[in-house]
């Protein structure tokens, strides 16, 4: 079976083909990271107008690398949450309508479980196991008992990681996007320039949280009380010291839940699982199994939406056509509990 996949939740318009959840026979992404580089950050209008545009070509040449004309298409995918809300719709309503036109199934997902199907595309991975699903908009750490069965253990209660590397490089007038070009610093500086504070979130229901505004606060206006004068205050120096401590807050709530859980499968996916020293530090745990997807398979793509879309298929799940795009999914940080 071969399914179409759109990915337009943020800013990047993507498409896909994969078949029978497994073989990518394309995957076609178009980056607008020129379009947004002036403002250090998405703007959503600029991103809803280019997916728009965009949208048709990008499919189209999905189609051609995977020798492919629509009408041989199965099923029809597309993301439908979390996102940008004008972006989101663009994708959607384009899925749905080809879908329609064809008579073929509609399967909406769920972004953050296409993230979590990445790996997934790659390898072969048993569940259970422990998601770390690390993105611009998302810090999830959740017990992974299926495609779509997860329990979220623990999430962001402010900033997610992403976030925090854009911010922190928008700052200090890095580049954008903010996590690659931080990464790249980091590799020649020294991350005991600075000895930022990590969160303390060790009790109660907040065992497997993460915050990231405190770091982001200490860095950005507090920096001089962190950090150790035997240290010149260079970019690379910034970006080592913000980066380990980003890393480490992230790590010392995994694996409070490896300890938990008894888990010893780590699978993550998102932007931020790019990291180098994340997969470094994880690499490190040789009691650990730490599964990550290529790199271009962590940032957004059409082939873990229509990878995931196949599992819906087998099980005889497809979508309704009055499906619609929402902005967040509840449980996925702790604010939209509270609301």
């Known amino acids: 079976m071969k399914v179409l996949g759109i990915e337009s939740s943020c800013d990047e318009t ?12 394309s995957n076609v992404v178009a980056t607008q990271i020129p379009f947004h580089e002036i403002y250090s950050g998405v703007v959503p209008e600029i991103a809803s107008r280019k997916h728009a545009e965009w949208i048709l070509p990008v499919v189209r040449r999905a189609l051609d690398e995977a020798g492919m004309t629509v009408n ?108 690659v070009i931080i990464d790249k610093l980091a590799k020649n500086g020294n991350p005991a320039a600075a000895h930022f504070p990590m969160p303390r979130l060790d009790k109660g229901e907040h065992r497997y949280d993460v915050s990231y505004s405190g770091l982001k606060t200490a860095v950005i206006n507090q920096i001089d009380s962190f950090w150790n004068p035997d240290f010149e205050k260079t970019p690379e120096n910034i970006a080592a010291s913000f980066r380990e401590t980003a890393v480490k807050i992230l790590l010392s709530r995994l694996f409070k839940a490896v300890d938990d859980t008894g888990l010893k499968t780590i699978v993550a996916g998102g ?59 509840s449980g996925f940080k702790k604010s939209a509990l509270r609301r």
């Open 271 to 329: 932007g931020v699982a790019a990291n180098s020293r994340l997969r470094a530090l994880l690499a490190e745990r040789s009691d650990l199994r730490c599964i990550f997807p290529s790199l271009k398979l962590c940032t957004d793509n059409g082939a873990m939406i229509a990878g995931v879309s196949y599992r819906y298929l087998e099980r005889g799940d497809t979508s309704p056509w009055n499906t619609t795009a929402s902005a967040r999914v």
């Open 72 to 179: 041989d298409v199965d099923a029809v995918a597309a993301t439908n949450r979390p996102g940008l809300m004008g972006s989101l719709l663009v994708g959607l309503t384009f899925a749905k309508t080809l879908a329609w036109s064809l008579n073929k199934p509609f399967i909406a997902v769920n972004h953050m479980l296409g993230h979590l199907y990445a790996a997934h595309l790659e390898q072969d991975i048993e569940y259970p196991y422990l998601g770390l699903l690390v993105s611009g908009g998302h810090s999830i750490i959740c017990n992974v008992s299926n495609f779509d069965d997860i329990e979220v253990l623990g999430t962001t209660v402010d900033d997610a990681a992403g976030e925090a590397f854009d911010k922190v490089a928008k700052f200090y007038g890095f580049g954008y996007p903010g996590g």
């Open 14 to 25: 993507a498409a896909a083909v994969v078949e029978d959840g497994r073989l990518i026979l």
